[in-house]
């Protein structure tokens, strides 16, 4: 009985352990195949992060005239919403630092493609429904507008985002676009009243009309849906402007009232131009103008030899652990050898999948839950020598070590668990993201290292003693003279 449990068991561990490594392996090829009609093309990169790979560095300053002093809460309210708006890109471990000169320094590992992520990032986004009368404006016209009784001057079409392009608009919730054809208007021209702006959305997500072009849904508050109901409900058959950092996405006419407190923006985007203005509206606008400074490619900052010498330690240190496990606990050893190689190769997997971005705090994390999970082997192989000395069967013993040594396991575990916890909420809260990597990739290492310690060590181990392999207690890391001695 206990037999067959112990080969399903290892059937499993077989498969696991298969797809590990056909993931972790260097240049695997991923999964492409069609089968049944289902499409499956899937490769597994593997993440590197700015010091092991370099990126793209990003200077950001504050777009205020000369001698204008820059709120410092305002700077670090803009921080947050830009590492906001990375994160949203996809763009793990980035650095995003506040420096002097009201600037603001943005690193990206390995993005593919840095124009659209500055566009995203960099731009005020500043969302706003100004009343144009009966008068629409073309996509693409910079305006000025007013709130509350307060002028603001356009920015200039340098400064715009790339999603509002010059392609014709189509209507919004409840509007239909206008054929008039309105030339631009200068920045010097009128000043339209804003009727709602940005602050009063409450989501926004990318949606695809009828002819399937892409579009960005957006649902008010409570307060705008008030506000964006009574408006449409007083000016049916006026031209309602949409614009973003004060560039017209579209200009459709108010056809009757919007009560709903959803809507749509729509203006010829592509897919990557909607995803960046969902970006910028869903995390709310910059409370001060941003213009990228400068923008360049970086190296790693650690060096292609560094990066070698740390992998070639790496190894080491790890066939140093393999041969102390072998010679000292022997059978066993060798069991925990091959347990350890599997979580290596699941967690690599997982590193890759998820995917977690490997910087080098990341694999300190990661060689540190190795560490731990050696520990939880050597708890369990003491403990069995126990039982052994106490004069017990190699069956029993195998079942005891692992029972009474558990609980020492988890506590330790959980622990760090724990602090792994607080460690990634201090990298979030601050802005850290090197002591997120560590935190994140040791919390996965300690979690695979308890599958592979309690579930696999001790299937393999079960397995060879059930089967009959070994019977010579010298084989279990135990003299024959002190058996039945304690």
């Known amino acids: 009985m206990f037999l067959q449990r112990d080969l399903r068991m290892l059937i499993g561990i077989i498969v696991v352990a298969a797809f590990a490594f056909f993931v972790a392996a260097p240049g695997s090829p991923g999964f492409h195949f ?29 777009d205020v005239p000369a001698g204008t002093k820059v709120d410092p809460v305002s700077m670090q309210a803009a921080q947050q919403i830009v590492t906001q708006r990375v994160d949203a890109l996809g763009v793990s471990e980035p650095e995003v630092q506040q ?30 429904f100004i009343d144009v009368g009966s008068t629409p404006l073309a996509p693409g016209t910079v305006v ?27 209507p919004a919730a409840g509007a239909t676009p206008s054929t008039a054809a ?10 339209y009243q804003t009727v709602m702006t940005g602050k009063d959305l409450k989501s926004a997500a990318v949606g695809f009309d009828q002819y399937n072009n892409p579009l960005v849904n957006f649902t008010l508050t409570s307060s705008g849906a008030k506000i964006f109901g009574d408006y449409t409900t007083s000016h049916v058959g006026k031209y309602l402007a949409i614009t973003l950092d004060k560039k017209v ?45 400068e923008s360049s490619q970086v190296g790693p900052t650690l060096g292609a030899q560094a990066v070698q010498q740390s992998i070639i330690a ?50 300190a994390g990661f060689i540190l839950s190795i560490g731990m999970a050696v520990d939880a082997n050597i708890l369990i192989f003491e403990r069995m020598k126990e039982e052994l000395r106490a004069g017990r069967s190699l069956r029993s013993a195998v079942d005891e070590g692992f029972k009474r040594a558990w609980t020492s396991i988890r506590d ?45 060590s001790r299937t393999f181990l079960q397995l060879v003693v059930d089967a009959g392999l070994v019977h010579n207690l010298k084989w279990y890391g135990l003299d024959q003279s002190t058996v039945g001695s304690s």
């Open 314 to 363: 790496g190894v080491i240190g790890l066939g140093i652990v393999l041969a102390f496990m072998l010679l000292y606990y022997r059978m066993p050893g060798l069991l925990a050898d091959i347990a350890l190689l599997i979580y290596a190769a699941v967690t690599f997997t997982l590193f890759r999948m998820i995917p977690v971005t490997l910087t080098l705090a990341g694999i």
């Open 249 to 293: 996405i579209e200009s459709p006419v108010i056809q009757g009232p919007i009560t709903g407190g959803t809507g749509q923006i729509s203006g010829g985007f592509t897919l990557a131009s909607a995803q960046s203005l969902q970006i910028q509206l869903q995390y709310g606008a910059l409370p001060i103008p941003l213009k990228v400074v």
């Open 34 to 62: 069609n089968l049944l009609g289902l499409q499956v093309d899937q490769d597994f990169p593997i993440h590197q992060g700015l010091d092991l790979k370099g990126g793209v560095q990003v200077l950001l300053q504050a």
């Open 144 to 170: 000025t507008t007013s709130l509350g009784g307060a002028a603001t001057v356009g920015a200039s079409p340098a400064s715009t985002a790339a999603s509002t392009s010059t392609a014709a608009s189509t």
């Open 412 to 456: 330790s575990n959980f622990s760090t668990l724990i602090t792994c916890g607080i460690l990634y909420w201090f990298g979030t809260t601050f802005g850290a993201s090197i002591i997120q990597g560590f935190a994140l990739t040791l919390a996965i290492g300690v979690v695979i290292s308890l599958f592979t310690a309690v579930l696999v």
């Open 182 to 191: 309105a030339q631009p208007t200068p920045t010097t021209g009128p000043v």
């Open 99 to 128: 420096a002097s000169g009201n600037r603001i320094i943005v690193q990206l590992p390995g993005i593919k493609n840095p124009d659209a992520a500055v566009q995203t990032f960099g731009q005020t986004g500043l969302l706003e």
